[in-house]
């Protein structure tokens, strides 16, 4: 994994570069496919913006931003921030292809298990599906 932090600040020391850097590897352990991790911090007005870009597998890119006037809070909160995104990227990978399957026996409905109903025929069938609604919405006696 790739780490790069840039500040564009002088007020950004390099104990925050280190302290950045520090938290920001610990976000590879909640999504396996980090590539890239970006960090950009600034400093305007007295509050810290902190910017964190991060690469990860199946081209998805996660952006977070944050402001504080502290640089560690800023830091801690763009952090965790990104670990709940990272979580919902994962999650979204994870239960897109899981479809019926993810159903256990239990829930899966019985074969034939259901409303018991008589077949219709093609008049009463023709009756029910109207793709433009009953005649008389349309204005048609």
Do not use: C, W
């Not at 690469?55 to 990104?82: F, H, S």
């Amino acid at each position: 994994m790739r780490l790069e932090f840039t500040a564009r600040s002088d007020a950004i020391s390099n104990n925050v570069k280190s302290y950045a850097e520090e938290k920001a590897n610990r976000l590879d352990k909640y999504f396996e496919g980090v590539h890239s991790i970006q960090i950009v911090m600034n400093e305007e007005h007295g509050k810290f913006h902190a910017e964190m870009v991060i690469a990860a597998a199946r081209g998805n890119t996660i952006v977070g931003e944050v402001q504080d006037q502290d640089p560690y809070a800023a830091i801690d909160l763009l952090v965790d921030k990104m670990a709940r995104l990272l979580k919902r990227a994962k999650e979204k990978i994870k239960d897109h292809h899981r479809g019926e399957r993810a159903m256990s026996n239990a829930e899966m409905p019985a074969a034939g298990a259901g409303p018991e109903r008589a077949e219709e025929t093609y008049e009463e069938a023709k009756e029910h599906y109207n793709p433009r609604g009953p005649k008389q919405d349309r204005g048609i006696l």
